[in-house]
T-cell receptor, first 110, second 113 residues
Framework: GNSVTQMEGPVTLSEEAFLTINCTYT??????LFWYVQYPGEGLQLLLK?????DKGSNKGFEATYRKETTSFHLEKGSVQVSDSAVYFC?????????FGTGTSLTVIP | NAGVTQTPKFRILKIGQSMTLQCAQD?????MYWYRQDPGMGLKLIYY???????DKGEVPNGYNVSRSTTEDFPLRLELAAPSQTSVYFC????????????FGPGTRLTVT
């Protein structure tokens, strides 16, 4: 079946630190991969996506590369800001349905 | 363009009561979804629809019903509310099978006591 496993949190970092949130997946076929972000009290918003192997998604300084050989889609940012504090969800889609990870809470302290 | 809207934002129900959570989108998307998010957990799919008149069960459909009479609206019905249905409910839409992105509403926080 299809599933996503992501790093458990919470994660607390100082401003300007390097961020990595690990995500691995299991899927039949050729999924598209996503990172969504959820700010407090809001719905999920798409952060970045990659639709095929070796694609790199990027947005707002965040990056993730679709690695088929390791079935991974790790999220990285070189220098986090306080405004990046949120919950981050890794997800995959095979077309009709999305499968979400459990979310990783990130808090960035000044 | 309002995107995906949900009403109400908050609701408290007594055990055994019923209610309908409303969801509407103005992007002419064919695909719509209902998820629930329990504290500290990911999203679980309740029901989804690939077009007007077509609905299908997701991972956790028990205790819920849906209908899709128009492209715009996808209401979720709770019959005989139970404490286990206390959760935050999100509606989402997607343009089509290869549209890749789901657009989420702001959520409805439901408490059943």
């Amino acid at each position: 079946g299809n599933s996503v496993t992501q790093m458990e949190g919470p994660v607390t970092l100082s401003e300007e630190a390097f961020l990595t949130i690990n995500c691995t997946y299991t899927a039949t076929g050729y999924p598209s991969l996503f990172w969504y972000v959820q700010y407090p009290g809001e719905g999920l918003q798409l952060l970045l996506k990659a639709t095929k192997a070796d694609d790199k998604g990027s947005n707002k300084g965040f990056e993730a590369t679709y690695r088929k050989e390791t079935t991974s889609f790790h999220l990285e940012k070189g220098s986090v800001q306080v405004s990046d504090s949120a919950v981050y969800f890794c997800a995959l889609s095979t077309g009709n349905q999305f499968y979400f990870g459990t979310g990783t809470s990130l808090t960035v302290i000044p | 363009n309002a995107g995906v809207t949900q009403t109400p934002k908050f609701r408290i129900l007594k055990i055994g009561q019923s209610m309908t959570l409303q969801c509407a989108q103005d992007m002419n998307h064919n695909y719509m979804y209902w998820y629930r998010q329990d504290p500290g957990m990911g999203l679980k799919l309740i029901y989804y629809s690939v077009g007007a008149g077509i609905t299908d069960k997701g991972e956790v459909p028990n205790g819920y019903n849906v209908s899709r009479s128009t492209t715009e609206d996808f209401p979720l019905r709770l019959e005989l509310a139970a404490p286990s249905q206390t959760s935050v409910y999100f509606c989402a839409s997607q343009g089509g099978r290869l549209s890749y992105e789901q657009y989420f509403g702001p959520g409805t926080r439901l408490t059943v006591t």
